[in-house]
């Protein structure tokens, strides 16, 4: 049903949710993105191990971004950590999108990746709307139509009875 009637431009269509060509590419879209995390993630694990330099070093240069002295501080303190948990965490939530498990909980963590990404090129010289805000797209993507539960784990996750006690859980799935 058109939500505008006096517009000329729109007919009437629909967005069923529910069909197998929305299920379909959902599902696609899930497993490509988790693809590309995946793969960013393994190899530099497959690189530098849980010792990747660069992601500390990236903090570090971000002194004039909307984030201020945040990112630096993180770079300086905590550059033991961010040196495992960039590798690690991109693959592990490449991982869960690719099978569809906690795939909420997956992209929550993406987004706070592709947010950094994005702020952290404060230049901004292919624009706002670029790459790193595309992959902040997809992530939210995700989390607003629970995309695990289209040919995904989560579709079955959701049915056991640990998440039938626990309804809350199914924030973190779907």
Known sequence: MSYQAANPLADEFELELGGAWTACWLAFLRVVTG???????VTKLIEDGLAYTYGPAYLRQMTGTALGPIPVLMGEHLGWLIQAMVPLGETLIGLGLMVGALVRLASVFGVFF?????????????????????????????????????????????????????????????
Do not use: C, Q
């Not at 693809?35 to 993630?41: C, E, I, Q, S």
């Not at 996750?157 to 998440?163: G, S």
């Open 35 to 41: 693809w590309w995390f995946f793969h960013a993630g």
């Open 114 to 174: 592709m947010a950094l990404f994005w702020i952290g090129n404060a230049g901004f010289g292919h624009g706002l709307v670029n790459s790193d805000f595309m992959g902040l797209l997809l992530f939210m993507t995700m989390i607003v139509l629970a995309t695990g539960r289209y040919y995904g784990l989560d579709a079955i996750i959701e049915k056991t009875k640990l998440v039938e006690r626990h309804p809350k859980l199914r924030y973190l799935l779907g």
